[in-house]
């Protein structure tokens, strides 16, 4: 089964918006198997975001990612790393879908609200850099083969 990790940005969690985006989730149909509020290090920053190192908006987003608690999360189901782009929307509110949690709730790209793994070899990579493997629970919901 897919896994995607997805993260709701310390903007999110300012605007008290935990919630409804884990609802959007686990209304599809995903799965959560993992989930924490944290402070993000700046050495952790700098990991996840190290294909950004260098760009103009590099720093402001270090920055930004551990200015306050974020929640991260893994969550597993069929195409989910697709799927929960899709869900989430384009990086710039301008351009995301009406629908999609930043089309709904952002309005700056440096306010976006979540981050979500863009393929399934980025899923597992910042799942193992945001999560160990005791942290993540295994079982079976009853409902999945309805999904
Ligand atoms: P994504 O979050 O939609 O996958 P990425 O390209 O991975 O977008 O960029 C990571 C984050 O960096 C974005 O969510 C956004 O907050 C910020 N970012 C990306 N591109 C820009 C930009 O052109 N200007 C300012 N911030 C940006």
Avoid: C
Wanted: glycine fraction near 8%; proline fraction near 3%; charged fraction near 25%.
């Amino acid at each position: 089964m897919e896994r995607t990790f997805l993260m709701v940005k310390p903007d999110g969690i300012q605007r008290g918006l935990i919630g409804e985006i884990v609802k959007r989730f686990e209304q599809k149909g995903f799965q959560l198997v993992g989930a924490k509020l944290m402070q993000v290090s700046v050495e952790l920053a700098e990991l996840h975001y190290a294909e950004h190192k260098g760009k103009d908006f590099y720093d402001r987003l270090v920055t930004f990612i551990t200015s306050g608690p974020v929640f991260a999360m893994v969550w597993e189901g069929d195409q989910v790393v697709a799927l929960s782009r899709a869900m989430i929307g384009k990086t710039s509110a301008l351009d995301a879908a009406p629908g999609t949690i930043r089309s709904d709730f952002a309005v700056h790209t440096n306010y976006n609200l979540i981050h979500g793994s863009d393929s399934p070899e980025n899923a597992e990579r910042e799942i193992a850099n945001f999560f160990g493997e005791h942290e993540l629970v295994n079982y079976t919901k009853v409902i999945q083969q309805w999904i």
